[in-house]
C-alpha cells in the first residue's frame, strides 16, 4: 500500500523520542527489499508498520541510545516485543526470557531497534521514558560531579598516581592521573567485568543441549 503509516504505539514513541531529542535526524520505520516479509518492518495488511530503527547523528548520541534502550526495558511496557542494542536483544512480557539482555547474532547497524506488539499497537497512550533509578543502581558521574569530588575531595596529599611507566602525549613522564580519566578508566572496566558476568550467566541458564560440564 502507498499510504503506510507507523501504528499508533510506535508513532507516539517516535514523537516522543523526536520531542526529547531535538534535531533528531532519522528514525527509519518501513522496510526496504532487503528485508524479509516476516521482518516488523514489513507494512502489514492494514497499512501500519510495527517497528522504528532510532538512528544515531549529529545531534543523538550512543550514550542517548543506550539509555533509551535500557529505559525501555526497565519500564516494561506492555506494547514492547523486542528491543535491539549493540548485539544484544531483549524480550517483553511475551518472548523468550521477558526483559532480560541477551545475545543477539542476527543483522544489525548500530542503531536501537524497536519493535512494538500487534494486539498493542493502537495504544497511543504517552510512553514513559523516565528513566528510574533501581535501589542500589549507579548513575553515570556527570561532569560537574567530576569537578566537585576534584575541588572538594583532593587534596595535595591524596592525588592519583600514574600506574609506572606513564608518559604524556610529548614523552614526558606522567606521574599523576586526571580524576575525570582515573574514573573513566575505572568505569570502563566494570561494564567490561559486568559484560562477562552477563554473558556467564546466560551461558549457565540456557546450556547447550547436553548441559554444561561441572
Given amino acids: ?16 523520542w523526536k520531542a526529547g531529542n531535538p534535531g533528531t535526524e532519522v ?9 524479509p516479509a516476516t521482518s516488523d518492518h514489513a507494512e502489514d495488511a492494514d497499512g501500519t508498520v510495527d517497528a522504528g530503527d532510532f538512528m ?16 525501555l526495558r526497565l519500564n516494561r511496557d506492555r506494547r514492547v516485543k523486542y528491543v535491539i542494542r549493540r548485539q544484544r536483544i531483549f524480550a517483553g512480557n511475551d518472548g523468550p526470557r521477558p526483559w532480560v539482555w541477551r545475545p543477539y547474532t ?10 512494538t506488539v500487534q494486539r498493542f499497537e493502537d495504544d497511543g497512550r504517552d510512553w514513559d521514558l523516565t528513566r528510574p533509578t533501581t535501589e542500589g543502581e549507579d548513575m553515570a558521574l556527570t561532569e560537574t560531579d567530576l569537578r566537585n569530588v576534584a575541588v572538594h575531595v583532593l587534596t595535595e596529599d591524596n592525588i592519583i598516581k600514574s600506574p609506572e611507566g606513564s608518559v604524556n602525549a610529548d614523552g614526558t613522564p606522567n606521574t599523576h592521573l586526571a580524576l575525570a580519566t582515573y574514573v ?11 559484560d562477562t558476568v552477563t554473558r556467564i550467566a546466560e551461558a549457565v541458564a540456557d546450556p547447550p543441549s547436553g548441559g554444561v560440564d561441572a
Avoid at 57 to 68: H, I, K, M, Y
Avoid at 106 to 115: D, E, L, P
Avoid at 184 to 194: G, I, M
Fill in 56 to 71: 544515531p547523528g549529529s545531534n543523538v548520541t550512543d550514550r542517548e541510545l543506550d539509555d533509551f534502550a535500557e529505559t
Fill in 184 to 194: 573513566r578508566d575505572v568505569h570502563a572496566r566494570l561494564v567490561r567485568l559486568e
Fill in 1 to 16: 500500500m502507498a499510504n503506510w503509516h507507523p501504528n499508533n504505539a510506535l508513532a507516539k514513541l517516535i514523537a516522543q
Fill in 27 to 35: 528514525v527509519y520505520t518501513i522496510a526496504d527489499d532487503a528485508h
Fill in 106 to 115: 542476527g543483522k544489525y547497524h548500530g542503531h536501537t531497534h524497536v519493535s
